[in-house]
């Protein structure tokens, strides 16, 4: 698989990464297998796909906890980036960006990860309560004691602004000017995807101009880019998208001609090729600093999406991509 570079640390990863989440978190509790996860691990690293992206809400701990029995075996071939500042209570997730619970937070991470060093360690959310230079300030600590390669900030909430018009990733750009200036941002994690591409207008290039890593999280849209949902399918309640506004029976309904649109260009290129290698090569083009993360807990898809790394779109693919209509329904 070709490699990419993440940012100033000039880390090298596969070009689509793995994102662990689904094994533990978010999605359908009921078909999360840890054996069946173990082996999507394993595929993933067998094809390349090296950057293992977990956090330590998701479970909560249990997540770094599979990740840690990968890396027992495969320490080597994995690029293993994780993340620290939401904790998840009885009723609602809360940031904490306290200098000292970041640092009891990496320690713990690096016990349940069972690894010396963490490549990448991700702000999860920054904390209203605490400027976020002193949180930034304790993670470059991290660094400069060997636990820590590079530091990462996610853009978690940034779609406020989608039905006001402002513009939508600016409250993030704005974080990274801050911390920019304590110690620098190797990689950013924002959702990037062909229903939702907001990214490109300000935040991609801002990353791009300054040599920053870009990690396009839910690359695959919640999974609905994948061509498998059905209008009006169920979903278990403890999935996210049985809440999601987006995945309505109407509206998964009127976002059907972009899955259309995904199968149209996957057939020119040849059976086996799926509507989900189509959106991650489309992301893949959006430049050589973009590792996208799709998320999967099944040996079939994490194959699959790695392979989406030999798929080179036309022009003509992209200039149709680009033509697609808007995705419709809330974000929120």
């Not at 904490?96 to 991470?109: E, I, L």
Request: net charge neutral; with cysteine.
């Amino acid at each position: 698989m070709e490699r990419r570079t993440i940012g100033a640390a000039a880390l090298e990863v596969g070009a689509v990464g793995l994102g662990c989440m689904p094994m533990s978190w978010a999605y359908t509790g009921s078909q999360q297998r840890g054996e069946e996860s173990l082996r999507a691990v394993h595929a993933a690293l067998d094809a390349g796909a090296s950057l293992l992206d977990t956090a330590d809400m998701y479970g909560p701990f249990t997540n770094e906890l599979l990740v840690g029995r990968i890396l027992k075996e495969r320490r080597g071939d994995a690029f293993v980036s994780t993340k620290c500042g939401l904790l998840v209570g009885e009723q609602h997730i809360v940031a904490n960006g306290r200098p000292g619970y970041v640092k009891r937070a990496c320690d713990a991470s690096l016990r349940r990860l069972g690894t010396d060093v963490i490549d990448l360690y991700q702000l999860h959310r920054a904390d209203p309560e605490v400027p976020v230079e002193e949180t930034w300030g304790a993670m470059a600590e991290l660094v400069a004691a060997g636990k820590v390669r590079a530091l990462g900030l996610c853009a978690v909430g940034a779609r406020s602004g989608r039905r006001t018009g402002a513009r939508l990733h600016d409250g993030t750009i704005r974080q990274l000017r801050r911390v920019q200036q304590v110690f620098p941002v190797s990689a950013v994690q924002a959702e990037l995807s062909v229903w939702s591409p907001e990214a490109l207008d300000a935040l991609l290039p801002w990353c791009e101009a300054r040599g920053v890593g870009f990690l396009a999280a839910m690359p695959l849209g919640n999974g609905f880019l994948t061509g498998t949902l059905k209008p009006g399918q169920g979903f278990e309640p403890d999935d996210v998208r049985a809440r999601h506004p987006r995945f309505t029976a109407e509206m998964m309904a009127a976002n059907q001609p972009i899955v259309v649109g995904l199968r149209r260009i996957a057939q020119r290129h040849g059976p086996g090729v799926s509507e989900a290698q189509v959106a991650l090569a489309w992301a893949l083009s959006r430049g050589p600093h973009v590792v996208p993360v799709p998320g999967t807990k099944r040996e079939r898809w994490a194959r699959e999406n790695a392979a989406a790394a030999e798929l080179r779109l036309t022009p003509e693919d992209l200039a149709e991509i680009a033509g697609l209509p808007g995705a419709q329904g809330s974000w929120d």
